[in-house]
């Protein structure tokens, strides 16, 4: 079990200078190619996503105004804690309703992993993963409390989180293997 918070991970900045990109783990760590990555972003203009071939992604506004994405044939508004899974090879194009954003990221190679994204306010448990505390305080099995902006990821181990209070929300990602 791998825990983080927010404001200890490292920034990089764009290359576009449209945002910058706080990597919570590119798994397996010192891989070329990832399996699976979560990271937090921030957009702060307009402009293209990046795209990734052969890889599942999956979004979640944290905070700020709503976003617009747009591709031949999709538009999505991303709303705050709703997750969007959209396919890497899609050429989106972001447009922000007001100002900058915060969004959660998860990316799965199609071919090893796949990744379900979803907010909770009930206890939940699995082998593989990565949870952020959106509000409230939760509890890991072992007694650590996480408070909002920390989190945790792990790889083949049971992790349980249960939540302190009726206010408390989770981000939660399942991540599985692909048989």
């Known amino acids: 079990m791998n825990p983080f918070s927010y404001h200890d991970l490292p920034v990089s ?10 990597e919570i783990i590119s798994f397996p760590p010192g891989e070329v190619h990832f399996g699976w990555r ?13 795209l990734f071939p052969g890889v599942d ?16 044939g999709t538009e999505q508004r991303l709303t705050l804690h709703q997750p969007w899974a959209f396919s890497g ?19 799965t190679r199609r071919a090893s992993w796949l990744a379900a994204v979803q907010v909770l306010s009930t206890a ?3 082998e593989h993963g990565v949870a952020f505390v959106l509000s409230g305080e939760w509890r890991l099995a072992h ?28 981000l ?6 692909v048989p």
Not at 13 to 21: A, I, S, V
Not at 40 to 45: F, M, V
Not at 172 to 177: D, Y
Request: hydrophobic residues 40%; charged residues 20%; glycine residues 10%.
């Open 13 to 22: 900045r764009w290359r576009n200078g449209g945002g910058e990109t706080r």
């Open 38 to 50: 979560a990271s937090i972003a921030t957009i702060s203009t307009d402009g293209a996503f990046s």
């Open 57 to 72: 992604r999956v979004i979640t506004l944290l905070q700020g105004d709503a976003v617009r994405l747009n591709a031949p």
């Open 89 to 107: 090879e899609l050429a989106l194009k972001a447009t922000l309703t007001g100002g900058t954003s915060l969004d959660f990221n998860i990316m």
């Open 124 to 126: 939940v448990s699995s």
């Open 143 to 170: 007694g650590k409390i996480l408070a909002p902006q920390q989190g945790i990821w792990w790889v083949d181990e049971p992790v349980q989180l249960t939540p302190l209070s009726q206010e408390a929300h989770l």
């Open 172 to 177: 939660f990602t399942r991540l599985s293997r």
